[in-house]
């Protein structure tokens, strides 16, 4: 909703603005010469491109930053372990709408080659970044991907669990309670069309069934409780 009504308050702007100069070159067009007229209509139009594109930049931000505001709100209570899940996501910017194949639930990554998550997880203990990805565009991207965790490069590793490719970090403990942020890097998004797989033409990276935080068990841990 809060969304929805700073777009409608920019729109406004936008349509003002429009206005504004319609008035402008209709007041003008009766009192000046051929010359003049062409020198401030090429003034208006040269004022309002600027104009519109300050809004456009505005309404991108704004979009942006109140995604993420909507996933920190879902996992606002501070959690020793985080999962979002695919359906969780449709509001993460640069994630395509819900799938479903094979039993599993994902949301390809769009073209932009970056993905951001802010999650509210409790890090007193060493933890592990867990991304579940049914399908990749390329093979390579798994191993090729960078992964960035409260602005540290973290290394990763891959391995393959009920035929999902499971990329996996550990993460640092950390005294006090702060979002832990995520960014996720590819090295490039491809179309299926490019690949020759399929005519859709949409450039995707990954298809992300889930990621999550979660405590790294010990394996005194993992003996204490068999016994």
């Known amino acids: 909703m809060a969304q929805q009504q700073e777009k409608s308050y920019f729109e406004e702007i936008r349509s003002s603005q ?6 402008r070159l209709n007041a003008v067009v009766s009192g000046l010469d051929n010359k003049d007229m062409a020198e401030e ?5 040269s ?3 600027t104009r519109m594109q300050i809004i456009e930049a505005l309404l991108v931000a704004e979009s942006r930053v109140s995604s993420n505001d909507i996933v920190s709100s879902v996992l606002s209570e501070w959690q020793d372990s985080v999962t979002l899940i695919a359906k969780d996501m449709k509001n993460i910017a640069n994630l395509k709408e819900l799938e479903l194949h094979a039993g599993h639930q994902f949301c390809w990554s769009g073209a932009d080659k970056t993905l951001d998550f802010v ?3 409790k890090r007193n203990r060493v933890t592990e970044l867990t ?3 049914v399908a ?3 093979p390579e991207f798994l191993k ?6 409260d602005g ?3 290394k990763h590793k891959v391995r393959e669990v009920n035929k999902v490719s499971q990329v996996f970090s550990r993460l640092p403990k950390q005294s006090t309670n702060t979002p832990t942020t995520i960014r996720i890097v590819l090295p490039a998004t491809v179309s299926p069309s490019e690949l020759g797989t399929s005519n859709d033409m949409r450039k995707m990276g990954i298809a992300l069934a889930s990621i999550g935080i979660q405590p790294v068990v010990s394996c005194f841990t993992r003996l204490r409780g068999k016994l």
């Open 47 to 49: 004022e309002l491109g």
């Open 152 to 154: 540290v490069l973290l």
């Open 41 to 45: 209509c090429a003034s208006c139009l």
């Open 119 to 121: 999650i509210f997880v």
């Open 136 to 138: 990749v565009m390329k």
């Open 144 to 149: 090729q991907m960078t992964i960035i965790v």
């Open 18 to 23: 429009l206005n504004y100069y319609r008035m």
């Open 131 to 133: 991304l579940d990805i």
